[in-house]
């Protein structure tokens, strides 16, 4: 039997299609719509929702996705809680290419973006308190997860969102590091904070793919294409722990 449940994933860069995807439907919210239908997947006898971040055929770049939309669209169909898939590279030593990690805090150097649903459009203006940006009850979940599915993954850690859709230069990932960052990608924000606007448990789980620029002698993309199947593999794992363990539970 099928357990329903409340969660979605939100899936990034060069993760695998999963069984289930691609029947999904199409919403309208008040921001526009998502960037893909939205498609009911079943893993370990648990449903979830899922939506492809930059589209079907990954077309829109980071700083042109509508977050509004996909949030809110995810929150019409019943989402209360997130699993937001990013793929990042890594400043500190605390990962290596091809593993895990759940962050525990960002850093927003994003600009031009539609960053909260608090527009004034409809005379409501909420301030947000954004002193823990990730869930801490989901990011514990996703942890042991990673622990009942013997997967590695890294505790915390501070997620610097750029804005792409280029990689940095040497020069921006030292100040980077100066500024406390442990990983950098491009769509965590203003999602999380999206998130939080419409009361929404939102975790980063972050698949490290490449060393930052300045900090491998091997060229970026070379990296990511040879640490990208291994981030999947053990993500794919973990998602499979996490709704075990749910289905279980509901």
């Known amino acids: 039997m099928t357990t329903p449940t409340t969660f979605a994933v939100i899936i990034g860069s060069g993760f695998p299609a999963l069984a289930g995807e691609g029947d999904g439907r199409s919403i309208k919210t008040r921001f526009g719509p998502p960037s893909a239908t939205i498609d009911t997947v079943v893993l370990e006898e648990c449903s979830f ?6 589209g079907a055929d990954h077309s829109i770049p980071p700083h042109a996705i509508n977050y509004r939309a996909n949030l809110s669209a995810l929150q019409m169909l019943g989402a209360e809680s ?3 898939l990013n793929t990042v590279g890594v400043i500190t030593d605390v990962r290596e290419s091809g593993e895990l990690a759940v962050p525990d805090q960002v850093l927003d150097y994003t600009w031009g973006r539609e960053h909260s649903v608090f527009d004034g459009s409809d005379g409501q203006v909420e301030h947000i308190d954004f002193t823990v940006p990730f869930s801490a009850a989901l990011r514990d979940r996703l942890l042991a997860a990673a622990t009942a599915a013997d997967v590695d993954c890294f505790d915390g850690g ?3 969102a750029t804005q792409g859709p ?4 040497a020069a921006e990932v030292d100040r980077l590091e100066k500024d406390g960052a442990d990983y950098i990608g491009m769509t965590a924000m203003p999602e999380a904070s999206i998130a939080m606007e419409l009361g929404i448990d939102y975790a980063c789980l972050a698949m490290v793919v ?4 300045g900090r491998s002698d091997t060229p970026i993309h070379q990296d990511v294409k040879a640490s990208t199947e291994a981030a999947c593999a053990a993500t794919s794992s973990l998602l499979q722990a996490f709704f075990r363990s749910a289905s279980m539970t509901s």
Do not use: D, K, M, Q
């Open 166 to 169: 280029r990689l940095e230069s």
């Open 82 to 84: 997130v699993i937001a």
């Open 49 to 54: 929702l899922t939506l492809r971040r930059h």
């Open 158 to 160: 501070v997620y610097a």
């Open 210 to 213: 490449n060393r930052a620029a």
